[in-house]
């Protein structure tokens, strides 16, 4: 009987703990949503998904992603692709002749007669050579919600790599630092 009292007795114990755990307060303090551009809620670039699951959470603690109607940040986003020109060296080996002169004085000592003769030397050359190709490009659009109106805070544009993970991991830099200056208030 004492034993299974003292089981029941952890066993209260520990739900009540988790549920003291529950009703704490969330670290988030910031809430965002994030749309493709033209109204496709919810929906994130592949690699900036990955990022904000693995690392972005835990980087970004105070930041949580909301619906539409609780966000105080809206980031819309769209890819694109862009045209990178860029130059190419291309090193060549070539010869190129190089006339030569041999002069030997007579044996009288009046006369220097001559022999040309050509000796081709070998070097190498950088050209460059123009070549472009297409990266992909992602623009982010953050806006502060107020009044019910979308207020721009930021425009990032990253071409490249991943785009994706490097524009929004700027655009949690920027709400977090909008953020800031808000609770600071102005400056007097």
Not at 53 to 72: H, N, R, S, T
Request: hydrophobic share 40%.
């Amino acid at each position: 009987m004492h034993r299974s009292i003292s089981l029941f007795a952890v066993a209260v114990f520990f739900a009540t703990t988790v549920a003291a755990q529950d009703h704490q307060e969330s670290p988030c303090r910031l809430r965002f949503a994030v749309a493709e551009k033209y109204d496709r809620w919810g929906v994130w670039p592949d690699d900036a998904r990955q990022w904000w699951a693995k690392d972005g959470k835990k980087k970004f603690p105070e930041l949580c992603e909301v619906a539409f109607e609780d966000a105080d940040f809206a980031i819309a986003w769209e890819k694109t692709w862009t045209t990178v020109k860029y130059l190419v060296p291309i090193l060549t080996r070539d010869t190129r002749p190089i006339p030569r002169e041999i002069c030997v004085q007579s044996g009288d000592f009046t006369t220097y007669p001559c022999t040309t003769y050509t000796e081709y030397e070998v070097y190498d050359r950088v050209d460059f050579e123009d070549q472009e190709t297409q990266v992909e490009q992602l623009s982010v659009i953050i806006s502060r919600m107020q009044a019910d109106k979308r207020v721009r805070v930021k425009t990032i544009v990253n071409k490249g790599g991943k785009p994706g993970k490097a524009s929004f991991q700027s655009a949690m830099k920027a709400i977090r630092k909008e953020n800031k200056k808000a609770v600071a208030g102005p400056l007097r």
